[in-house]
């Protein structure tokens, strides 16, 4: 297992310069999950109880924190994140917020999962960050309001406990608990300023919501498909290629840097669950002088399987959504797409069904985690 670093403490005031210089960052083990609090998959910040400074969508903004020393309004200094108002005692005797006192929001899942690990970054906030933040999660079917959330009859879960968190930091935390989650609350005690939160973790769909569909996207991050791994990420992550929509810019898909060799570019995924594939779809939408010049597809049933190929060799057009339907249903676990011999797509659909088999385990792991 390895150790979170943990940060504590006021950062430096700013002093100029890159903003950046001296943020306090990590690798966390568990970032290579995709982030369910993505606001691509429907993610949202539903209710806070202040946001008198800055405002609680800004949580979720998928880019990093800006800072703009000079940016001020009439409230005071406007800062890129959720800032509340500072506590106040109730007297003058008594002037500081109690141990219990604390700010609140809560965020709804863009997919509903497993959390591996939570990401509360306080970039820029330097001496206006909370002195501590825990965090809880709940699992309520339908589109609750905050209202029924708050109610008295919903279970919360702490993934997260009390924790001293630092200033112009990203805090991070592993969370060990088995269960799929549709809600977190984030608690900042006793006020201050987080400027952004991931949830990185696992989709886990709902299966009776699948069955209906009959045939959908098996390798849709939000039907929970994901990437296992990849060639090359030097531009941007593999898992863009499986976020929902068509891309709406040249970086919100998976683009490799130039090879220089031989050799070609691929992301290997792992579907839902055991799939008959029938179409597949593989969009180069903001790709036009950088796309790949052909991609193959292959699927393979089983971890042990053998990759066969369900799409030979194919000619890509530039800014250019391509559809295939195979011959026969493709049956398996996972996929493979190949581009040569480098260059980028921005999305790939694999359009079919759950098999038997993938549909019964499914539903067994949906019971398994609370579903």
């Known amino acids: 297992m390895t150790a979170i670093p943990s940060f504590t403490g006021d950062a ?8 950046y210089a001296d943020y306090r960052t990590a690798d966390f083990p568990f970032t290579h999950y ?10 949202g910040v539903i209710a806070a109880n202040d946001e008198f400074f800055a ?37 003058a005797e008594h002037p500081w917020p ?70 112009h930091a990203a805090n991070g935390f592993a969370v060990s608990v088995e269960r799929r989650f549709t809600h977190l609350r984030v608690n900042q005690h006793p006020d201050g300023g987080i400027a952004r939160l991931r949830a990185y973790g696992e989709v886990a769909p709902d299966p009776a919501w699948l069955e209906v569909l009959g045939t959908f996207d098996v390798v849709a991050l939000e039907n929970g498909g994901r990437v296992e791994d990849a060639s090359n990420l030097f531009y941007s992550p593999a898992t863009n290629t499986i976020q929902p929509g068509r891309s709406r810019k040249m970086d919100d898909g998976w683009e490799t ?49 053998e990759w066969r190929e369900v799409l030979p060799r194919t000619r890509l057009q530039p800014d250019t959504n391509h559809r295939f339907v195979l011959p026969a249903p493709a049956v398996g676990t996972h996929a493979r797409v190949d581009i040569y011999p480098d260059g980028g797509i921005s999305r790939l659909r694999l359009y079919g069904s759950l098999t ?16």
């Open 12 to 19: 430096n005031p700013y002093g100029g310069g890159d903003p």
């Open 34 to 43: 995709a982030n369910l609090a993505d606001r691509r998959l429907g993610a």
């Open 55 to 91: 405002q609680r969508e800004n949580l979720l903004v998928p880019e990093r924190a800006a800072f703009d020393p000079e940016h001020f309004g009439h409230k005071g200094k406007i800062m890129d994140g959720w800032e509340t108002r500072r506590r106040r005692g109730a007297c």
């Open 98 to 167: 109690t141990a219990q006192d604390h700010d609140w929001a809560l965020v709804r899942l863009g997919a509903p999962g497993l959390v591996r690990g939570i990401v509360v970054d306080t970039a820029h906030f330097r001496g206006n960050y909370p002195q501590a933040v825990s965090i809880e999660g709940t699992s309520v079917p339908g589109s609750p309001s905050p209202e029924e959330l708050l109610g008295d009859d919903v279970k919360w879960t702490t993934l997260v406990p009390r924790t001293a968190v630092g200033g």
């Open 257 to 305: 840097r130039r090879r220089r060799d031989r050799g070609n570019d691929w992301i290997r995924y792992r579907l839902v669950d055991r799939s008959q594939i029938r179409a597949i779809e593989i969009d180069t939408a903001y790709l036009k002088g950088n796309a790949a010049g052909w991609a193959s597809v292959s699927v393979k049933d089983g971890e042990d399987g």
């Open 356 to 371: 038997e088999e993938g549909a019964s385990r499914l539903a067994a792991r949906h019971q398994e985690l609370g579903g």
